[in-house]
């Protein structure tokens, strides 16, 4: 009979230790209120403060267009920067001359399969698969050796200022999720990887004789910059944080 008694009393207290756990895991989940809205967007304003950050920093903005039927949206963003306002010193001192263009185009699809957020993850509110496409036009402005040819340069090496242009295509595919901080204000988070091709034009000097002097940008990127006079392939990461606003 005493048996019984211990039995029956740890059963209940195992009852109530599971229900109190179950009620703290559940709680939150189904307590937070989700934004309120009053139409669906079909519109997003954005805008790429942390575009700003790396050495082919531009101003980037633009918008996406997100249907009222599907799962897919389109967006277009154009960036534009200087090396004036570059935020390495120096870049902005030795490189004040550079000019970066990029053309951004972007297919999003929004997926709603993870309970309990199915209900959130709906176009344009939710998590997102995409594919990039950027185009970029870097017009430079390097100090470079000329007429040494080797990494460890004499003394009596000669600098000059060298002119050339960048080009790059590249493809990036990317994870994000849009974050609710009131109805007219999102933030867009988003990580990828991807390939690209690059062409580095220079027409005035003969690219054997020059000698690019390593540059290192600290926090900002690991930039190493291309040899004018090449074409090659490289890979692609990007990141952010992206300010939207939607109508």
């Known amino acids: 009979m005493k048996t019984f008694f211990k039995i029956l009393a740890f059963n209940l207290l195992f009852i109530n230790a599971m229900a109190q756990l179950y009620n703290i895991e559940t709680k939150p989940l189904f307590n937070k209120k989700p934004v309120q809205f009053t139409h669906v967007p079909f519109l997003l304003l954005r805008f790429n403060p942390t575009s700003m950050l790396g050495y082919n920093n531009t101003i980037q903005y633009g918008a996406e267009l997100a249907p009222p039927f599907g799962k897919f949206s389109f967006s277009f963003d154009y960036g534009k920067g ?5 935020l390495n010193k120096y870049v902005k001192k030795n490189q004040a001359e550079n000019i970066n263009t990029e053309y951004r185009g972007e297919i999003k ?29 870097y017009d430079r402005t390097v100090e470079m050796a000329t007429g040494i040819g080797g990494v460890q340069l004499p003394s009596y090496a000669k600098f000059d200022l060298v002119p050339y242009t960048e080009k790059t295509q590249t493809i990036n595919f990317k994870f994000g999720k849009h974050i609710h901080l009131h109805k007219h204000l999102f933030l867009d988070a988003y990580a990828g990887l991807g390939m690209g091709k690059y062409t ?27 040899q004018p006079g090449t074409k090659g392939l490289f890979f692609s990461k990007t990141a952010g944080i992206r300010i939207v606003v939607p109508l």
Not at 119 to 135: C, H, N, S, T
């Open 200 to 226: 580095s034009i220079e027409e005035a000097t003969d690219p054997d004789e020059l000698e690019i002097v390593p540059l290192h940008f600290g926090f900002l990127s690991n930039k190493t910059l291309r």
């Open 82 to 86: 200087k090396g004036s306002q570059n």
């Open 109 to 137: 699809m929004y997926f709603s399969d993870w309970f309990p957020f199915a209900g959130l993850d709906k176009k344009p509110f939710g998590r997102y698969y995409a594919v990039e496409y950027v185009q970029g036009k």
